[in-house]
């Protein structure tokens, strides 16, 4: 597609409960990023995917969070047993390759009641 | 640890005023730094700089880098209320990531 698409635009989970955010990219983008963003905040960094490999998940703020892009497309961000702290925007971005900018997508809004 | 600090943290203007907006940063290995626009969710890309001294410019918007004294700036001139968004600086170093500073969020009003 033209741009970095992410599902859902907003989720309201119930405390304990699993979710599921995707992220598709820019076709033939290399890099990926998950970012949270909590309100009043700069996006802080999740973690990193070279095609298909996770190069970096030192961001991912406990054992909750998993996040997978099996085939070097699609990326999936879970979060089990979400907690009212999670509560936040998850942006996805991609990039060619190191050094050639990012796009972002408009991000998931997560509230956690 | 790598940081970014941006000032100030929020400006009110009227529209035609010009507004300074200001990243300083510390970062391992630079590469180079980006000023993003946010208005609604999604941060769209506005410049990266990666030399110091050489100003991009697009439209009414400018920016600058001073690699020495580790800081930019980014300029609007004439301001219009659509500038009304989150001004976002982050740097990229020698990991992959960027790093993001809080933003200024800046309103233009008629």
């Known amino acids: 597609g033209a741009g970095v698409s992410q599902s859902p635009r907003y989720k309201v989970a119930k405390r304990g409960q699993d979710v599921a955010l995707r992220c598709d990219p820019i076709s033939g983008h290399v890099s990926l990023f998950w970012y949270q963003q909590a309100l009043g905040q700069g996006p802080e960094f999740l973690t990193y995917?070279?095609?298909?490999?996770?190069?970096?998940k030192s961001g991912l703020p406990s054992d909750r969070f998993f996040a997978e892009r099996p085939e070097g497309s699609v990326s999936t961000l879970k979060i089990q047993r979400t907690q009212q702290e999670d509560s936040a925007v998850y942006l996805c971005?991609?990039?060619?390759?190191?050094?050639?900018?990012?796009?972002f997508g408009s991000g998931t809004r997560l509230t956690v009641v | 640890e790598d940081k970014v600090v941006q000032s100030p943290l929020s400006l009110v203007v009227h529209e035609g005023d010009t507004v300074t907006l200001n990243c300083s940063y510390e970062?391992?290995?630079?590469?180079?730094l980006l000023w993003y626009k946010q208005e609604k969710k999604a941060p769209t890309f506005l410049f990266m700089l990666t030399s110091s001294g050489i100003e991009k410019k697009s439209g009414r918007l400018s920016s600058i880098l001073d690699k020495k004294e580790l800081f930019s700036i980014l300029n609007i001139t004439a301001t219009q209320t659509g500038d009304s968004a989150i001004y976002l600086c982050?740097?990229?170093?020698?990991?992959?990531?960027?790093?993001f500073g809080t933003g200024t969020r800046l309103q233009v009003f008629p």
């Open positions: 970062v391992t290995n630079f590469r180079s």
């Open positions: 971005a991609s990039s060619l390759h190191r050094g050639t900018g990012y796009t």
């Open positions: 982050a740097v990229e170093g020698d990991t992959d990531k960027l790093i």
């Open positions: 995917f070279q095609n298909e490999a996770q190069l970096d």
